[in-house]
């Protein structure tokens, strides 16, 4: 039985790399590349893949908006994501969206192979780093993953809007949105508002 592929990332070097090592692979078929979240939506939409190979971080949508559109939009495809990220907040985001697998760039060719036949056959695929730290984010619940409402402070930030703003938008008062950055700041280990910005599109946070 074949399983058909598709592989997304903004590099072509790295995604041709990659698509060209799984269509060497007997009963692999890559059916398409995208280079951004946005494209690997309507690539998705329409090539109906068994595996989806995802980046987090690309210009022009990211992979973690990505994930969770095909999941809310119930798009079949089993999520593994291939990413230099391995902090928390990323690793965390991809997997609350609803990647099946998450594995770093520096996995060997077999390794990826491996990771791609595990999340086609609905299996969990993680690499000992990433699942080091989702271990930890167990144990440590008030990790430096963001939750749903930081995530979306922060994103109205990085958007230029002031706090006034966000708490019309979020229907809080002011001071709520002043907790709400504290937290991330905290979280994100920085102390001002442009540093959170910067730090969130690092994590691939922001897409």
Same mark, same amino acid.
């Given at each position: ?15 041709? /790399? =990659? ?11 890559? =059916? ?9 939506? &309507? ?13 987090? $971080?690309?210009?022009?949508? /990211?992979? =973690?908006?990505?994930? &969770? #559109? ?36 520096? +996995?060997?060719? #077999? ?11 609905? #299996? ?5 780093? =990433?699942?080091? $730290?989702?271990?930890?984010?167990? $144990?440590?619940?008030h990790s430096t993953a963001l939750s749903a409402r930081e995530r979306e402070v922060l994103a109205l930030v990085a958007r230029g809007t002031t706090n006034r703003a966000?708490? #019309? ?5 002011? +001071? ?22 910067? $730090? ?6 922001? /897409?």
């Amino acid at each position: 039985m074949t399983t058909r592929i598709l592989v997304v990332d903004d590099h072509p070097v790295v995604r041709d /790399g =990659v698509a060209a090592t799984l269509a060497a692979v007997d009963a692999f078929e890559v =059916v398409g590349q995208a280079a951004d979240g946005l494209e690997a939506l &309507r690539l998705v939409a329409a090539l109906d893949p068994d595996v989806v190979v995802m980046d987090l $971080r690309m210009p022009g949508g /990211g992979g =973690v908006d990505a994930i &969770r #559109e095909m999941k809310r939009r119930g798009l079949r495809a089993a999520v593994l994501v291939l990413t230099t990220f391995d902090t928390d907040s990323a690793t965390v985001a991809a997997i609350e969206a609803g990647a099946i697998g998450y594995l770093l760039k520096d +996995a060997s060719s #077999e390794q990826l192979v491996s990771g791609i036949r595990a999340a086609a056959a609905g #299996e969990t695929v993680l690499s000992p780093a =990433v699942a080091t $730290r989702l271990a930890s984010h167990v $144990r440590a619940p008030h990790s430096t993953a963001l939750s749903a409402r930081e995530r979306e402070v922060l994103a109205l930030v990085a958007r230029g809007t002031t706090n006034r703003a966000i708490a #019309e938008h979020l229907f809080v008062s002011e +001071a709520t949105v002043k907790t709400h950055l504290i937290h991330v700041y905290d979280k994100l280990g920085v102390s001002d508002r442009a540093q959170a910005v910067a $730090r969130g599109y690092e994590l691939g946070i922001l /897409g």
